[in-house]
Structure formats: structure tokens, C-alpha cells
């Protein structure tokens, strides 16, 4: 029964990720901050699916923390056949409005933690030679929207160079570019869903999380979600940078 390890695992994208991985049959091993989060929905898919759930509270901020889920990956004895990189935050602020600190928080987890944690993967999926990683960016990695849209931008080149790099030894890495999700993201911000993006481009998390799993199944790159992101996404190829950055509101109100 294959295994896969999910990070940001008790809400959003990565719970929806859980949920259907569950329900192929794969053992889970959850990654989130939250402990009792992470009991509750352990529980919840055990119950629900039969399958085995390990839980492994960190934070990937700090670099302890970060090192246990990479052990956890390098195991030899207990392979993860499948990581998902999902954890991640957003700032509502610009980035002067922000301390510095915060806006490297961030940047230690929407890219250091994806850096080491495939790292640690890697290694055993291709002495494998089968295994994959998929790694949750976002379709802002497009777009002018500072420092998160420069750290996706980051993990879709990262993403694309291990999937070349790799793909011939057994190895899939797909990059995930999704827009606006129906998910708790933006709520933490303190941003009204309704008021900051047109409905139209909300999407359902158990829909992207159905469609990106068999975009890696077909053993893709990346998955863009909807035929509304890919026109976004081809649009962003025509239109000047100077008017794209003039959309850094969206999503932010």
C-alpha cells in the first residue's frame, strides 16, 4: 500500500488532499502545526477510509521542526512513495507594510521547505525508481505580486527542471497552480471572499485536488486548474507586466 506524506494536512487544499489520497488507499503521514488539528483529522480518516495515519506536528518555519519531516522522508524502512508540498501562507500587507521577519517566514516555507523536503524525498523514490512530488504553487507565480508570487514563480521553475531531471528514473514532479480557492487561505487573512475576487474564479477544493491527481497520474508537469486559470495563465504571456501589476488588489481586500 503506498504511502504519502501531505504538510499543511488539516485544512484547505492539503485536507482535500488527504481526504482523496485516503480514499485511493494510500497511507498518510500529516504535516501541520496544529496537534489537535492533526488528531482530529488523523482520526476522521481512519475511520472513514481504513487506512494508516501518522501524524507529525512541526512547524515549518524553524529548522528543527523542518528536519524531523525530512528524516521522516529520507526513511529508508518506511518509504513515502508520494510528498505533497501544500503548507504555505499569504500576507495581506505590501511588502514595506510587513516586517521583515514575517516576509522571511514565509519565504522559509513556501521555498526552503519545499527545497528540503523534496531533497529529502527524492533520494529513496530514485533508488526506487518510482515515486513523486507534488508541489503547490499558485497561478500568481505569473504574476507581479511581490514576494509570494516570486516564491511560487520559484517553485514552478524548480518544479519543471526535477520533472525533466527525474521523470526518466521513475520520478514524477508536477508543480499545482491554482487561483482563488474555496479554503480557509484568505479567511485567516482577515479578507472577505466575496468582496475581494469576482465568484467566477473561486474554485472547489475537491475539484482541483480530483483534476491535479490525475494531471500527475498522466505524468504532468503542472496542473492548471479550469479553463478560466489557463486562459489566465496564456494571458499573462501577451499582457505588459505593467498592467498585470496594476490586479495586486485582487485578492486582497
Known amino acids: 500500500m503506498p504511502t504519502a506524506l501531505v504538510t499543511g494536512a488539516t485544512a484547505g487544499i492539503g485536507l482535500e488532499f488527504a481526504r482523496q489520497l485516503a480514499a485511493r488507499g494510500d497511507d498518510l503521514v500529516l504535516v501541520a502545526r496544529d496537534e489537535v488539528r492533526l488528531a482530529s483529522v488523523a482520526g476522521e480518516l481512519r475511520s472513514s477510509y481504513g487506512v494508516g495515519v501518522e501524524?507529525?506536528?512541526?512547524?515549518?518555519?524553524?529548522?528543527?521542526?523542518?528536519?524531523?519531516?525530512?528524516?521522516?522522508?529520507?526513511?529508508?524502512?518506511?518509504?513515502?512513495?508520494?510528498?505533497?508540498?501544500?503548507?504555505?501562507?499569504?500576507?495581506?500587507?505590501?511588502?514595506?507594510?510587513n516586517p521583515v521577519d514575517v516576509e522571511q517566514a514565509q519565504q522559509d516555507v513556501l521555498v526552503r521547505a519545499v527545497l528540503r523536503l523534496t531533497h529529502a524525498a527524492l533520494g529513496g523514490m530514485v533508488e526506487r525508481g518510482r515515486g513523486g512530488v507534488i508541489n503547490v504553487s499558485s497561478v500568481a507565480a505569473f504574476l507581479p505580486r511581490g514576494t509570494y508570487s516570486a516564491a511560487k514563480a520559484w517553485v514552478n521553475s524548480f518544479s519543471a527542471w526535477a520533472h525533466q531531471e527525474y521523470a526518466g528514473r521513475g520520478v514524477t514532479v508536477m508543480a499545482l497552480c491554482p487561483g482563488f480557492v474555496k479554503t480557509e487561505f484568505h479567511q485567516r487573512l482577515g479578507i472577505d471572499r466575496d468582496a475581494s475576487a469576482p465568484r467566477l474564479l473561486w474554485l472547489e477544493p475537491d475539484r482541483l485536488v480530483r483534476d491535479a491527481l490525475a494531471d500527475f497520474d498522466r505524468g504532468r508537469a503542472m496542473s492548471i486548474p479550469s479553463k478560466r486559470y489557463k486562459a489566465i495563465v496564456a494571458g499573462t504571456r501577451v499582457v505588459p507586466g505593467s498592467v498585470l501589476q496594476r490586479l495586486q488588489s485582487l485578492g486582497r481586500k
Open 55 to 97: 501524524v507529525l506536528p512541526a512547524d515549518l518555519t524553524s529548522l528543527e521542526a523542518l528536519g524531523r519531516v525530512e528524516a521522516r522522508l529520507a526513511d529508508r524502512g518506511a518509504p513515502v512513495d508520494l510528498l505533497v508540498n501544500n503548507a504555505g501562507f499569504g500576507l495581506k500587507e505590501r511588502f514595506l507594510d
